[in-house]
């Protein structure tokens, strides 16, 4: 079984940073794109940005300029770092995941469980 485990949400002031972190473990292959989700209270879940095994990145407008994510292959991580945060950034955070297994080969998409980030003063 392959899981993803987030971690680093949590409250913060407007204005403020949060870095959160996904770790994929089991018997994997290799990682395509990873990504981060989000959904608000009422809405539907949305696209926060993406990034390839190679480094390519894809951001949706609302967050351009203001978050980063990253990846580190050789320790099936991605990283989501959070500035300038709005209140209306507020939503419960999930990491997302193409991972390729074997026996018998093929690619799963992996979803962690999610982690609440709260901005509010």
């Known amino acids: 079984q392959v899981q993803l485990v987030e971690s680093g949400g949590g409250l913060v002031q407007p204005g403020g940073s949060l870095r959160l972190s996904c770790a994929a473990s089991?018997?994997?292959?290799?990682?395509?794109?990873m990504g981060w989700y989000r959904q608000a209270p009422g809405k539907q879940r949305e696209l926060v940005a993406t990034?390839?095994?190679?480094?390519?990145?894809n951001y949706a407008d609302s967050v351009k300029g203001r978050f980063t994510i990253s990846r580190d292959n050789a320790k099936n991580t991605e990283y989501l770092q959070m500035n300038s945060l709005k209140p209306e950034d507020t939503a419960v955070y999930y990491c997302?995941?193409?991972?390729?297994?074997?026996?018998?080969?093929?690619?799963?998409?992996?979803w962690g469980q999610g982690t609440l980030v709260t901005v509010s003063s």
């Open positions: 089991g018997t994997i292959f290799s990682i395509n794109v």
């Open positions: 997302n995941a193409a991972v390729v297994v074997l026996s018998p080969y093929r690619t799963l998409e992996v």
């Open positions: 990034i390839t095994r190679g480094g390519r990145t």
